[in-house]
């Protein structure tokens, strides 16, 4: 009962504290950075904890930002194209892991419409004549469009009104320069937000089973050498993605495949500048 009442008091006696440092102008914080100096002095009596504070500043910090100051580059973009096929695009759903993916026309400067996953799932009872007659421009969600110097806490309060999660950014002559997401904005207050499908930035692969594995082409070679016992070398590229594109000659397209030293590796998401995913694994004649 004691400590009840010596909570309530002291959070009387923080709330007491804020009031006069409003009320007495003297006292009376005259900026931002003042108003959080306060903060920073007296929370840590009143349970104000280091996370709390964060949060606090993370939050006022968004007033700051602009979109091109977090937003997910162009070059990084994974895209699903208005004229693949199901099981193409299923595939690399699958691969990447995420819940909401832009789709475009001819190129990036041509999105139609946004693709949230769960959308598909009515796929799954329909037989394989069905699917091939799916057309996927049925169930896209409109697309959000803004320019690269909207103010972030602006629109973090246009996704929550209009109940959107993602928007195409677009530079000065109306291109895709790239996306954002209202995690993106989150995670700018409450600080990175994991889930189940991210991958750690120093272990970019995601381990498929049976000695198959996923593997981000921006991996260095250095790590995947250490991580897999192999020795490529990379006196010429730094990722496995040169490295794959130096065997292939050219920029590959989803499905086509090389063999390295007696390993497999498969483009399972590729857009027309760069690789973005590989499936690895030791080749039949490695294996043997």
């Known amino acids: 009962m004691s400590d009840d009442r010596s909570a309530d008091h002291s959070s009387k006696n923080w709330l007491e504290r804020v009031i006069q440092a409003f009320s007495n ?3 009376e914080p005259t900026s931002r950075a003042e108003l959080l100096e306060f903060l920073r002095e007296t929370g840590p009596r009143f349970d104000l904890d280091g996370d709390g504070l964060a949060i606090i500043e993370g939050a006022f910090a968004i007033t700051d930002q602009q979109v091109r100051d977090v937003m997910i580059q ?4 994974e895209v699903i194209r208005a004229n693949q096929s199901v099981d193409d695009y299923l595939s690399m759903i699958l691969d990447s892991g995420h819940s909401r993916y832009p789709v475009v026309d001819e190129d990036l ?12 799932l009515p796929l799954i009872n329909k037989s394989q004549a069905e699917r091939d007659n799916f057309n996927l421009s049925d169930i896209l969600r409109p697309a959000i469009f ?3 110097s ?9 996704f929550r009104d209009t109940r959107s999660h993602m928007a195409i950014v677009v530079d ?12 993106d904005i989150l995670e700018q207050i409450v600080g990175d937000i994991e889930d189940e499908h991210d991958i750690d930035d120093d272990d970019e692969v995601r381990e498929l089973g049976s000695d198959v594995y996923a593997v981000k082409a921006i991996l260095s070679i250095e790590d995947f050498n250490e991580r897999f016992g192999t020795a490529f070398p990379d006196e010429e ?4 993605g040169g490295l794959v594109m130096q065997s292939f000659g050219h ?20 857009d027309n500048r760069r690789l973005h995913w590989l499936k690895v694994s030791r080749s039949a004649t490695q294996s043997a």
């Open 172 to 183: 000065e002559y109306g291109g895709t320069a790239g996306i954002i997401t209202i995690e």
């Open 146 to 148: 803004i320019p690269e």
């Open 237 to 240: 590229f730094d990722t496995v």
């Open 74 to 77: 162009r070059s990084q973009i």
């Open 109 to 120: 400067d041509d999105v139609i419409g946004i693709l949230l996953v769960k959308d598909l």
């Open 25 to 27: 102008d003297s006292d």
């Open 251 to 270: 920029l590959p397209e989803r499905g086509e495949s090389t063999v390295l030293d007696g390993w497999h590796f498969a483009v399972t998401n590729v």
């Open 150 to 158: 909207k103010r972030l806490n602006s629109l973090l309060k246009e």
